[in-house]
């Protein structure tokens, strides 16, 4: 995809300034996205984070931390409208729009992601976008710019995320999953001009408005600022856990939807 082999030439600076965080070069990143095997192995060499990312004869959902960061209020505001995309179609087609928006705002900190990372989200999307009950809410202005995303989709009955923690062990009542109890907000990402005017509130909320689920799911990086934006959400602590051991150590958080 075109919009890939750009980021990457635009990093490529940020290669030689920073060899330890953003290893390998254009040429190489490049041929890995290409390579759907070796991206299945970046992928599986993240560890617990991804354990559970619908692939070829798994199914369930990867722990993988939802990281769009409120900012302080932009003086220039601009009116957006909000979409939500249920069929399987439409949301694989809406990959080329979201795929910059998630390299845009998961190159900040605390993140830090080079161009490895959009091409591993780039490769889950396809993959888990076609799962049952996979929804995506888009935000356009009205100039048509997308200025951000989140989706999401629920937990299958053999999913794993509440295995692992770091501090806890959920009860047995409480980890139960049958497919419909709990939809995992995977991803929320708005660009940074936009944040602070309620942009996430209203992804976060046409995400899931009209689902079914009992409660949401999501991680977020204790020392990232959208921590305390979930709390205002209504979410709340579960436990901490580690995707593997050189990983940051996440919040997973729970927020019920009904009782």
């Known amino acids: 995809m075109t919009w890939l082999r750009r980021s990457l030439e635009r990093q490529e600076v940020m290669y030689a300034r920073n060899e330890a965080l953003h290893r390998g070069h254009l040429a190489g990143a490049l041929a890995r996205f290409g390579e759907a095997d070796e991206a299945a192995h970046h992928i599986e ?27 302080p209020p932009h003086p220039m505001r601009r009116p957006v409208d909000y979409t939500l995309i249920t069929d399987p179609a439409d949301a694989g087609r809406a990959l080329d729009d979201i795929a910059p928006v998630y390299e845009s705002v998961f190159a900040e900190p605390p993140y830090l992601e080079g161009p490895r990372d959009p091409a591993m989200f780039v490769e889950t999307h396809q993959r888990e976008h076609k799962t049952p009950g996979f929804r995506l809410a888009l935000a356009h202005a009205t100039d048509g710019e997308l200025v951000g995303f989140a989706y999401g989709l629920p937990l299958t009955s053999s999913t794993g995320w509440w295995d692992g923690f770091l501090d806890t062990t959920p009860a047995q009542d409480f980890s139960r999953e049958d497919g419909q109890r709990t939809f995992f907000v995977k991803e929320i990402a708005v660009l940074a001009d936009q944040r602070g005017q309620g942009v996430g509130r209203r992804l976060h909320s046409t995400l899931l408005d009209g689902i079914t689920a009992q409660r949401a799911t999501l991680t977020v990086r204790p020392e990232a600022p959208s921590a305390a934006w979930y709390e205002r959400l ?11 051991g050189s990983a940051p150590v996440y919040r997973s958080l729970v927020k019920p939807l009904r009782t």
Request: proline share 11%.
């Open 234 to 244: 209504g979410y709340e602590l579960v436990g901490h856990t580690q995707p593997w």
């Open 45 to 71: 060499r993240r560890g617990a984070a991804y354990r559970s990312v619908v692939r070829p004869g798994a199914g369930g959902t990867g722990r993988r931390a939802p990281r769009a960061r409120p900012d």
